[in-house]
């Protein structure tokens, strides 16, 4: 039996699904850059402009209030959304109408919408902590660059619950993203960062 019927050439990707809004990119095991090094990032954009995103499991140590003079108190801590424009914020919810201008992503998932109407929120102490998640920066790129970078085989393209999109924050969630994988990318998630630790 060959290698090639055993499918377990690890680093070709061979992906079922296109990259399209609400679908993530899993960066494959050994990503050399900084930002996307072992990120799950959701994507809220992907057609001829171009494609934009978020990297989900790159927690900062810091609430919004620190980066946001005027915005209330609370448990609304900012991740790292991607290496484009890092002094600006963005924002994923879920709720939908009551954020006026908001984007329907997929499955009950908005994209931005009227920032003051969000604060209102946040003081009165309407919006659930799982509901509304911020970003410094984003993930970009040019038309044409993502589907470079899925010939070089750098994204597993995924889909994942819109409760997970809310919640990813930490960095082992590159690994339970895969393990959401029943072919054999799932093995991804064993490898050492540092393969020369193997």
Same mark, same amino acid.
């Given at each position: 039996?060959?290698?090639?019927?055993?499918?377990?050439?690890?680093?070709?990707?061979?992906? !079922?699904? %296109?990259?399209?809004?609400?679908?993530?990119?899993?960066? !494959?095991?050994?990503? $050399?850059?900084?930002?996307?090094?072992? $990120?799950? %990032?959701?994507?809220?954009?992907? @057609?001829?402009?171009?494609?934009?995103?978020?990297?989900?499991? +790159?927690?900062?140590?810091?609430?919004?209030?620190?980066?946001? !003079?005027?915005?209330?108190?609370?448990?609304?801590?900012?991740?790292?959304?991607?290496?484009?424009?890092?002094?600006?914020?963005?924002?994923?919810?879920?709720? @939908?109408?009551?954020?006026?201008?908001?984007?329907? %992503? #997929?499955?009950? *998932?908005?994209?931005?919408?009227?920032?003051?109407?969000?604060? #209102?929120?946040?003081? !009165?102490?309407?919006? #659930?902590?799982?509901?509304?998640?911020?970003?410094?920066?984003?993930?970009?790129?040019?038309?044409?660059?993502?589907?470079?970078?899925? +010939?070089?085989?750098?994204?597993?393209?995924?889909? *994942?619950?819109? @409760?997970? *999109?809310?919640?990813? #924050?930490?960095?082992?969630?590159?690994?339970?993203?895969?393990?959401?994988? +029943?072919? +054999?990318?799932?093995?991804?998630?064993?490898?050492?960062?540092?393969?020369?630790?193997?």
């Amino acid at each position: 039996m060959s290698t090639e019927d055993l499918n377990i050439d690890f680093f070709t990707i061979a992906n !079922e699904q %296109v990259p399209e809004k609400g679908t993530v990119l899993i960066s !494959e095991p050994f990503l $050399s850059d900084t930002y996307f090094r072992r $990120s799950v %990032v959701y994507l809220t954009e992907n @057609g001829k402009e171009g494609s934009i995103g978020f990297v989900l499991n +790159k927690a900062l140590e810091m609430r919004v209030s620190d980066v946001i !003079e005027d915005f209330p108190e609370g448990d609304f801590l900012v991740s790292l959304g991607g290496p484009v424009s890092t002094d600006t914020i963005h924002y994923l919810h879920t709720m @939908g109408d009551l954020i006026p201008g908001s984007i329907l %992503v #997929k499955d009950g *998932i908005f994209w931005g919408g009227d920032f003051d109407e969000i604060k #209102k929120l946040a003081k !009165e102490r309407q919006i #659930k902590k799982d509901s509304l998640r911020f970003f410094l920066g984003y993930s970009g790129w040019s038309p044409g660059q993502l589907d470079d970078e899925m +010939k070089e085989n750098a994204w597993l393209i995924g889909d *994942i619950p819109s @409760g997970l *999109i809310m919640e990813a #924050k930490d960095s082992g969630f590159w690994n339970k993203a895969l393990k959401r994988f +029943k072919n +054999k990318y799932r093995v991804w998630a064993n490898f050492p960062e540092d393969p020369s630790l193997n």
